[in-house]
Every structure is written in C-alpha cells, then in structure tokens.
C-alpha cells in the first residue's frame, strides 16, 4: 500500500474509501446472513450447497492458486526487509521467512490467529504513526507534502496536484498517476475487484463461523471496516512522504533494475531515514507483523481449502480425521514451499500491490457475479455458475493475454498472446479493466446459460442459501443504534465525507 | 476460561514502553540527530506505556466480579 501510495498518490485511498468500505458494509448487510445461515466452512463449501460439486472444485483450485501468490507476495516483501536492514543475501532471507511462517502456523489454532491479529494491528498503528509524524514535520506539514508533491507531479508530465487530490483528475486517464478514468474506477476496483475480494475473504467466512449470533456475525465486517477508513493515514502517507523526499532530496529511493525507483522499499526506508535506534525495533517489527499476519492467513486458507475442498471431495474421501489432518500439515508444507516460487515472480514488479490486484482480477472477478447471480436470484443453475465462471476467468486471461501496461514489453505483464490491442498507461489501469471484463464475461455467460439448463436443485434445498427464500432477520427488540443497518450507512457516511475532504 | 485479549496487549504495550522510556533518558542526544532533534524514544515510549497500562487497568476491572444489582 506504502508503495502505491509513492507510484499513484492520494489515489491509493480508493483502495479504502471506494473499495473496501462499501463493500465491507455489503458483506455485513446482505452476504453474512447466507455465510451465517448456511454453516459453510469455506467459500467453495457454500458454492457446492447452492449449486453443485464442480463448481466448488473450479472455485477451490482458482481459490488455492491466488492464496498461494497472496502469501508469496508478503514472503517477497518480509524478506526484502531482512536483505535491507540486516543486510542478508535474498535468497537466504526468502527460506527464513518461510521457516518462520512454517514453525508460526504449526504452533497456532484459529483462537491464537485471532489474538495475534488483535496484537498486530495495534502494533502497526503504534509502529507507524511516530513515522507519520516526524516525515510529516520533517517536509512542513500536509501543505508541505503538497508543495514537494506538485514537483513530482509536474515533473511526471501531470497537473501540480495529481498525488495529492484523489478525484480531482479523474475525468481522463491521461490525467493521473494510476492512468485511471473515474468509470473503469468505480466499476473495476469498487465494484467487480472489492467486492469480489471482501465478499469471499476467508478470514470473512472464519469469523462468521466463530461468531455467536447472527446479529454478532453481521457486526464483525462492519466493525472490522472502521479501523481500515482511518488506514490511508499510517499506509499510504508514508509512501507519499517518501515519493515527495525523493524528488527533492534526490536517491531517497533506490533505483530498480527497469529505471523506476522501486516503490516496495518506500516503507523500509522511511524507517531508516528518521527512527533512531530504539524505536527503529518497534518499527520493524510492526512490518514484519503486517507481513506475517498476511502469509499465514494465506497459507492457512490454503491448507483448508485442499483439505476439504480438494482432497477430502475429490481424491480420498472418508478418511480418518487423523488422516486429514496430516495432509493439512502437508498441505502447509507444500504451501509455503510454493509461495518460495511466488515471491520470486514478485521481483519482476515494482509495485507488489499491482501484482495482488492482477491475481485478484482473475479470481475475485468473476467470482463476484456469480455470487451475485447465486444469491439474489434463485434461477441460477449449476452449469450456469461453472460455465459462467470458468468463462470469467478466460475472459480475464485473453484480456490480460491481449492488453500491455505502457513500457512494458510481452510477457509476464500481459501482451504474451502476440498481438497487443490496447495500451494501458499503468498496471493498474490493466488489472482494473481486467476484473471488469471476468465480471461481465462470467455474469453474461451465467445468465445465458442458466436460462437455458434446467435446475436442479429445489426451492427447499435453496431456503437458507439465496435471498428471497430466507426469513427476514427480526431486530425488531433492538434499540436502533445497535443495529448492524445503522453502523453500516454510518460508516458509508464518514467514507464519503472523507473522499470529499481529499477531492 | 477465555484470556482477555487486554491482557496481551496491555502486557506487551507497558513493556515497550517502559523499555524505550528508559533507553530514552541514557541514550545520548546524538542519536536522535535523524529524528529532527526530538527524544522520541522518551516521548513515545511514555505514550506506549500510558496505552499498556490503560489497557490492563480495563482488563483488570472487567475481571473483577460485578456485584449483583
């Protein structure tokens, strides 16, 4: 995030305010009653209860593949940190990394994962935010950061105020860092990238297992979205602070082997730059926190997906649970071992979160419209949803296949179908487009085709699963500021104002 | 019975504190030339300390049991 907010500015906060807000509010409102009511253990297990068995496989596999490049990303990142500060080799730094996820996920339960959660997060904010505040006295205040921002801006070619307000140069992509138009926007990052990742988060689905009620499994996304609006201030100034101290100091970053400052270090050298020793520790190690916390709920979605999803469906049924549980441990191994392979082609970006969303669109995408499709509209059939998805996710591949982020060339960043149709002016902008062309792709193709199969499950077997044949929850006894509603349209409320006070 | 997650973070948060308090007063002045001149050890580890033991004062009055009404 820190390196988005160096390459795009301000316009990172989309990521929070358009993004993960509304769709945060979403999955409190609409989706957790179906998580809540059905007691399925995982995304792929609800898919398998409201259509059938492939298109939970179909899910589980796509499912398990971004885990695994989710996880590799953090490893990617936890050990450019060590290679940084500790001055190690990277490939040394890559296998201690994946030593210590491995001894950190075999010695924890579900019950430590939520306590270490609760521990990194206040370890972040009270890591970071003595960050914020030197480099924010340091460069002058935010009129400051703005004055230093504007040469970045200009000398990129850009209006003075492109890092520094979030919507105000949206109108063409030629206008903006992110090379983003407000429409592909809204539609690709808030709407098909969002909610596609939030509705069908693991640790989503995790919660509303654990939680006591209905109206408890409600509140927890809605709870969990407040402290992520505040986010911007400790996630993405540091990033900015950074871009505006390299363009006016000079080699603040250090420059990647492509010409481009690499954007990932901004973070790690912030803390270099103004935290003595002492504080220096507990800055450190509120970064290896957020890595840690990021790899290990990836490895583990992982571990539980092939266990159940994969292996205990489709390979080895009616095993012993001693059996299952050591291919989970197996599946932890292999997990880790392939994030290794992961994080190695994360060298080749140098904005990690561009690669993460390229993996989401791919994934998330299409997978949103079919939950859409599944949830508010009974029709939907089987086929319909794994023909609709496998379509979504092909629609993604040649897209991506067809398509070249500027200055790139053919290859592992698109355009590897031979002929390039389009030229987006940034990765962003490409992966965007992307989800939102998996989306179509698979809400059309679910639609046409559930239209013509036949269905095959019946309105009993569905009660629970989709909207309209679900009993509306009865809040009725609970006083109106304890309703999840209430919370819900709140923080909609504080999310537009901040985008307003940022335009 | 379920630990209090406050119990955790209040532990954690007072030790840093108090750790980084005390590095801040031996510590020489030199040190915080990268800082802008500003003890932040001391400073921050005073706001660290003052959050953990907030933190186990509640944990510690919610284990205290209630008296019936």
């Excluded at chain 1, 906060?13 to 609409?30: C, R, T």
């Excluded at chain 1, 900015?240 to 101290?245: E, R």
């Excluded at chain 1, 191994?333 to 970006?349: D, K, Q």
Aim: with cysteine.
């Amino acid at each position: 995030m820190a390196a988005s907010g160096a390459k795009y500015g301000i316009m990172t906060s989309h990521f929070y305010w358009v993004g993960a807000m509304p769709a945060m509010v979403f999955v409190g409102l609409f989706m957790m009653p179906f998580y809540y009511g059905s007691r399925a253990r995982s995304v792929p297990e609800y898919l398998k209860l409201r259509f059938d068995e492939k298109t939970r496989g179909l899910n589980a596999i796509t499912f398990a593949i971004m885990t695994i490049f989710s996880s590799g990303i953090s490893m990617y990142a936890l050990a450019k940190l060590f290679e940084l500060v500790l001055g190690w080799s990277f490939h040394g730094s890559i296998i201690l990394s994946a030593v210590i996820v491995l001894v950190y996920i075999f010695l924890g339960g579900l019950t430590s994962a939520i306590y270490n959660e609760v521990l990194q997060f206040f370890l972040i904010v009270l890591g970071f935010l003595p960050l914020v505040l030197l480099g924010l006295k340091d460069v002058g205040g935010w009129s400051g950061l703005t004055a230093k921002l504007a040469t970045v801006a200009t000398n990129a070619g850009f209006e003075p105020g492109a890092w520094t307000h979030s919507w105000k140069y949206m109108d063409s992509p030629s206008h903006n860092p992110m090379g983003m138009e407000w429409f592909g926007l809204v539609m690709g990052l808030g709407f098909a990238l969002s909610f596609g990742y939030w509705c069908t988060d693991f640790l989503v689905v995790q919660r509303a297992m654990a939680a006591g009620s209905m109206t408890a499994a409600r509140r927890t996304p809605l709870i969990a979205a407040v402290p992520k609006m505040l986010m911007p201030a400790l996630v993405i100034l540091p990033g900015m602070l950074a871009i505006g101290l390299h363009a006016s100091r000079g080699g603040f970053l250090p420059i990647g082997d492509d010409g481009q400052p690499n954007y990932n270090l901004a973070i790690p050298m912030m803390l270099a730059h103004y935290l003595p020793t002492g504080l220096l520790g507990l800055g450190l190690t509120a970064l290896m926190a957020s890595f840690m916390s990021g790899m290990a709920g990836n490895v583990t979605a992982f571990n539980s997906v092939w266990t159940y999803d994969i292996y205990q469906t489709h390979i080895r049924p009616g095993q012993t649970d001693a059996h299952y549980l050591r291919v989970g441990h197996a599946a932890t191994v292999f997990g880790i071992v392939a994030s290794v392979l992961a994080a190695y082609s994360a060298t080749r970006f140098n904005n990690i979160l561009d690669m993460l969303q390229l993996v989401f669109s791919f994934v998330n995408g299409p997978l949103f419209a079919t939950f859409l499709l599944g949830m508010f509209w009974r029709r939907t059939t089987g086929h319909g949803a794994f023909y609709g998805l496998l379509t979504g996710t092909i629609t993604a591949a040649l897209h991506y296949g067809l398509t070249l982020p500027r200055g790139a060339v053919p290859g592992i960043k698109g355009g590897f179908l031979g002929a390039v149709l389009h030229t987006y002016p940034s990765e962003m902008a490409l992966n965007f487009w992307t989800a939102l062309f998996a989306w179509t792709g698979c809400f059309v193709a679910t639609l046409l085709i559930s239209l013509f199969t036949k269905r095959t499950k019946t309105d009993d077997e569905l009660r629970g699963l989709v909207y309209s044949l679900t009993p509306r929850i009865q809040e009725g006894s609970m006083p109106w500021y304890k309703r999840p509603v209430t919370l819900g349209v709140a923080i909609l409320v504080v999310s537009t104002l901040l985008n307003v006070i940022f335009w | 019975m379920r630990l209090d997650v406050r119990f955790p973070i209040g532990g954690m948060f007072t030790i840093i504190g108090a750790m980084l308090v005390i590095y801040g007063l031996v510590s020489p002045a030199a040190v915080y030339e990268r800082s802008l001149g500003i003890n932040v050890n001391l400073w921050w580890g005073l706001v660290l300390l003052v959050f953990g033991l907030v933190m186990l004062a509640f944990a510690v009055r919610a284990m205290r049991p209630r008296p019936p009404v």
